[in-house]
């Protein structure tokens, strides 16, 4: 990609605030970006080939917006905790193996999209994200949901598409969950804690395609206090 191209790029970055290049190969992230870390909200460098994030992205102090899906990033530098204003963070589509702890510095975190990398442990230390709305690690590796996840704030917890064969029964202490989709994951009916169906605030939750017929969850004890709030929710959008 030429040079005036990125040039005016840049220009127009510095009267909006936005920075959006997609799908132009670049195979680093931009060095030039650095002259406008007072400016920039939003940054999308979705369908590159670039391998790092800098350190460098810690001082972009304004940014609220952070999107690289499809690219070949295999870390996310610790430098990522100091973007204190950042309310969505769109990685997916890498190669990310483990997160930085720092990530639960971002206290206005909304969205934290990590679908499609290579996790294979679920993160820990997200409880602090008060903010967290939507927790997406679909198509990734992770077996076992631990107990901490309880702390979660998050409203949908998307885990479909992994290998989770165990599932803790903390998940229904979760304060905000409403949805909870574990499509396509390695459970058994044996191994879905009653509790999520009786004490949790859980009103979609998705089990398609796992070790048991999804109609079989009619036989567990709950199921019709779930079924209460999933009909509530339906008619509340209805």
């Known amino acids: 990609m030429g040079n005036s191209a990125l040039k005016s790029h840049l220009e127009t970055s510095q009267k909006t605030g ?8 670049l195979p680093e992230f931009p060095e030039e970006l650095q002259r406008l870390t007072a400016n920039l909200r939003t940054v999308d460098l979705s369908g590159n080939k670039i391998e790092v994030l800098p350190a460098a992205v810690g001082n972009f102090l304004q940014l609220k917006s952070l999107t690289m899906n499809s690219n070949k990033l295999t870390t996310i530098p610790a430098e990522i905790g100091k973007l204190k204003k950042l309310e969505t963070l769109s990685l997916n589509g890498n190669r990310i193996q483990q997160l930085p702890p720092t ?4 206290k206005a975190l909304r969205t934290l999209s990590l679908a499609g990398n290579q996790i294979s442990e679920f993160p820990s230390g997200l409880g602090t994200l008060r ?74 939750f998705s089990l398609e395609g796992n070790l ?19 009909t509530a929710t339906k008619k509340k959008f209805a």
């Open 18 to 25: 936005v920075f959006q290049l997609m799908g132009k190969g």
């Open 103 to 106: 990530l639960g510095q971002l």
């Open 131 to 204: 903010q967290l709305d939507l927790l997406d690690l679909s198509r990734n590796q992770i077996h076992i949901i631990p107990a901490e996840v309880s702390e979660l704030q998050a409203i949908e917890i998307n885990l479909n598409q992994n290998q989770i064969s165990v599932l803790s029964a903390e998940i229904s202490r979760c304060p905000r969950l409403k949805v909870l989709r574990l499509e396509e994951n390695c459970l058994e009916l044996s191994s879905i804690p009653k509790s999520i169906l009786t004490e949790s605030q859980v009103s979609l």
């Open 212 to 230: 048991f017929e999804v109609k079989n969850l009619r036989e567990l004890d709950g199921y019709d206090k779930y079924m209460e709030r999933f």
